[in-house]
Nanobody, 123 residues
Framework: QVQLVESGGGLVQAGGSLRLSCAAS????????MSWFRQARGKEREFVAA????????YYLDSVKGRFTISADSAKNTVYLQMNSLKPEDTAVYYC????????????????WGQGTQVTVSS
C-alpha cells in the first residue's frame, strides 16, 4: 500500500507561482511513476505531469509545458510540482497519483491517490 499526502496549494494572482509537494510513504516500487492530475469544477480529471522515479523521465500536458516543472527527491520520497506563470485556467484541485510502472495520462490506470490540494488563481 502507498500513501500520498499533498500540500502547497493556495490562492495566488495570475502570473504568480506555487510549489506543490506530494509525500509518499508505505510500499514503494523502483519503477514507479508519480504524476499530478487536476480537476476543475464541473470538469473531468486531467493529467498534468508525470515523472518516472527511476531515471527521472518527465512528461507534461502541452498547456503547462514551459510553466510547470515536476521533480522528485528520492531521499525525502517526495514529488514536487513547481508552477510558474499561473493562469486563472489553472484553477483546480490538484491530485498526486502513483502507479507501479509505465507513464500514462489516464487517471483510471493509477492505483494510488492523494486527497488533493486546492489551487486558485485570481485574475
Amino acid at each position: 500500500q502507498v500513501q500520498l499526502v499533498e500540500s502547497g496549494g493556495g490562492l495566488v494572482q495570475a502570473g504568480g507561482s506555487l510549489r506543490l509537494s506530494c509525500a509518499a510513504s508505505g510500499r514503494t516500487f523502483s519503477g514507479r511513476v508519480m504524476s499530478w492530475f487536476r480537476q476543475a469544477r464541473g470538469k473531468e480529471r486531467e493529467f498534468v505531469a508525470a515523472i518516472l522515479w527511476s531515471g527521472g523521465s518527465t512528461y507534461y500536458l502541452d498547456s503547462v509545458k514551459g510553466r510547470f516543472t515536476i521533480s522528485a527527491d528520492s531521499a525525502k520520497n517526495t514529488v514536487y510540482l513547481q508552477m510558474n506563470s499561473l493562469k486563472p485556467e489553472d484553477t483546480a484541485v490538484y491530485y498526486c497519483a502513483a502507479r507501479r510502472m509505465g507513464i500514462t495520462t489516464l487517471a483510471h490506470e493509477y492505483e494510488y491517490w492523494g486527497q488533493g490540494t486546492q489551487v486558485t488563481v485570481s485574475s
